[in-house]
């Protein structure tokens, strides 16, 4: 199970954390990522990262101003959100997939049937 915390309604600019926390599983054999998704639009990785080596991608419209990390310890995965935009607006989602899955950071953002997702939080960024 995913639980996805730390969305909200803020101004263009502003930041946010998401944090993900994971249950019954150990994240560390599990390559992790956050999708989003905007209304009337498709789902779309935002960025991910592995367990092997801790390798991230992050979707072009995101690059510098969010930051995915890991804390398996915690079973957590967190997405720092600067200088948040209106088109950062969205229904933002935690997922996983076993790291035997995949090939690359990139490869786990793209959705497969092998995903296991959470139920998401609501970002909104106001101009």
């Known amino acids: 199970q995913l639980a996805e915390s730390g969305g909200g309604l803020v101004q263009a600019g502003e930041s946010l954390r998401l944090s993900c926390v994971g249950s019954g599983f150990e994240m560390n054999y599990f390559d992790m990522g956050w999708f989003r998704q905007a209304p009337g639009e498709e789902r779309e990785g935002v960025s991910c990262?592995?367990?092997?080596?801790?390798?991230?991608y992050y979707l072009d419209s995101v690059k510098g101003r969010f930051t995915i990390s890991r804390d398996d310890a915690k079973n957590t995965v967190y997405l720092q959100l600067l200088n948040l935009k209106p088109e950062d607006t969205a229904v933002y989602y935690c997922?996983?997939?076993?790291?035997?899955?995949?090939?690359?950071?990139?490869?786990?953002?793209?959705?497969?049937?092998?995903?296991?997702w959470g139920r998401g939080t609501q970002v909104t960024v106001s101009s």
């Open positions: 997922a996983a997939r076993s790291k035997w899955r995949g090939t690359d950071a990139q490869a786990m953002c793209v959705e497969t049937p092998e995903h296991w």
């Open positions: 990262i592995l367990a092997t080596d801790n390798s991230q």
